[in-house]
């Protein structure tokens, strides 16, 4: 069994994707509450950044005070984000692995099952604030490579841990020491067939990967409607003429001239389009992986309170495989 946690290649991340999404609709379908948690954590991703950038825009455009309030709006969504999208996270855990026993359990009953981890779902959301302050301090360019390396290996650790503590909590409702314990449970209950997955972190640094080239996309078309349409756009957003902008010597090798005016509002609607989608796309990412490590934390664990229909065909799913007799290798407790 591996003992660190190891990342596969790009490709493959793509892959894992591709096939996550294909397969957990079958998941889904078998009880459509499970969307709910997920939607949520989609609509609720998008407000951080419509109040940052409306925040942007009352700053540079309004003026009317209102700028203080909407940065303080900012600053409150994205703390309480935290919080809100663990409590999401464990009603989603909790709702797949009671589809995967057989159970019908709608959104109500999940609600009211997760009001009964509010210390879970708080500690929960402090250490993943805590893995964002060290996944900050990773980038920073001034920190030495050793220490990049240690932050790094902090940072995506507790990926791995935090969605296998999740079904821990949500399944069992067991405190954090205990929790650990299941963790290491897990790792040594393995079946021999899914050892070969197991600390391996799916769909790792995915959504930066999907972001940086998102992001230079809508800055390009940011630009260039910028300069092709900036005479009718609002005056506040103008940057000027490229005269002003750029040397005579840059401007050379540019197709504008010195007269052309550019415009930072399409720049701005581009990066803020980058950002929502990127936000979605991370809300996504992680349903999935929530759903992954419900399931193989249940197939670990729980195999005998598993339904007899996804047995079957559970250690395929797992393995990222379409063969369909992953099942049959090891054979599920009577």
Do not use: C
Request: charged residues 20%.
């Amino acid at each position: 069994m591996k003992d660190k946690f190891t990342r596969p290649a790009l490709s493959d991340r793509f892959d894992q994707l591709s096939y996550l999404l294909k397969h957990t609709v079958t998941i889904i379908g078998r009880d459509r509450d499970i969307l709910g948690p997920p939607i949520r954590m989609a609509i609720y991703s998008l407000l951080p950044a419509i109040a940052f950038f409306a925040m942007i825009w009352a700053f540079l455009i309004d003026r009317d005070g209102s700028g203080m309030a909407l940065l303080a709006l900012s600053v409150f969504l994205f703390v309480y984000k935290f919080f809100y999208y663990n409590r999401q996270e464990l009603a989603l855990s909790w709702l797949v692995y009671e589809t995967a026993a057989g159970r019908d359990r709608d959104g109500a009953e999940a609600a009211k099952h997760v009001s009964t981890l509010k210390s879970q779902a708080r500690l929960l959301a402090l250490l993943d604030m805590g893995a964002a302050w060290i996944a900050r301090q990773r980038r920073r360019r001034n920190k030495g490579f050793i220490n990049r390396l240690l932050l790094s290996a902090l940072t995506e650790g507790w990926d791995m841990v935090n969605h296998f503590l999740l079904p821990a909590f949500a399944i069992e409702g067991v405190g954090f020491r205990e929790g650990m314990s299941r963790l290491k449970a897990t790792r040594e209950n393995v079946p021999e067939t899914l050892m070969g997955v197991f600390g391996i972190d799916i769909l790792g640094r995915l959504v930066a990967s999907i972001a940086a080239p998102l992001y230079a996309i809508m800055a390009v078309f940011g630009i260039v409607a910028g300069t092709v349409v900036a005479p009718a756009l609002p005056a506040a957003f103008g940057a000027g003429e490229f005269g002003d902008l750029f040397p005579p010597e840059v401007l050379q090798y540019l197709p504008i001239t010195a007269e052309t005016q550019f415009n930072w509002l399409p720049l701005f609607i581009g990066i803020l389009l980058g950002t929502l989608v990127s936000a979605v796309f991370e809300r996504l990412v992680t349903t999935l992986k929530v759903i992954y490590f419900t399931l193989f934390y249940a197939r670990t664990l729980h195999a005998d309170s598993l339904d007899e229909d996804i047995r079957a065909e559970l250690d395929a799913y797992l393995r990222f495989s379409d063969d369909g007799q992953a099942g049959a290798a090891t054979p599920y407790p009577a």
